[in-house]
């Protein structure tokens, strides 16, 4: 599974963004996708996560509220909205794919697949 994310820029406190995740090689209906992300120094951080047919959602606390998480499995893709961004929102954000039985997976090691990341940088 090659992941692509794609829609990452810098953008003003308070804007809004949309990164998207396609596949290659993949059909993403078949997997549980979700967003990570990671600043300079911290840790890999979950975001989202969306079951196989995108009922079910789930997201982190520092993000409920702002980001919303969607798929179209007929175009093979996954969105994550966000909305109101803020200077902490500012990192790499992953794309990543879970072929696990559960819907909600927060741990980045339950994530076999990943895609190389794309910055989203929010000025203050």
């Known amino acids: 599974v090659q992941l692509v994310e794609s829609g990452g820029g810098l953008v003003q406190a308070g804007a809004s963004l949309k990164v998207s995740c396609g596949a290659s090689?993949?059909?993403?209906?078949?997997?549980?996708m979700g967003w990570f992300r990671q600043a300079p120094g911290k840790e890999r951080e979950f975001v989202a996560c969306i079951d196989r047919t995108g009922s079910i959602t789930y997201y982190g606390d520092s993000v409920k509220g702002r980001f919303w998480i969607s798929r179209d499995n007929d175009k093979n893709t996954v969105d994550l909205q966000m909305n109101d961004l803020e200077f902490e929102d500012t990192a790499v954000y992953y794309c990543?794919?879970?072929?696990?039985?559960?819907?909600?997976?927060?741990?980045?090691?339950?994530?076999?697949?990943w895609g190389q990341g794309t910055q989203v940088t929010v000025s203050s």
């Open positions: 990543a794919a879970n072929d696990d039985f559960y819907a909600i997976q927060v741990t980045p090691e339950k994530y076999a697949w």
């Open positions: 090689g993949a059909t993403l209906r078949n997997y549980i």
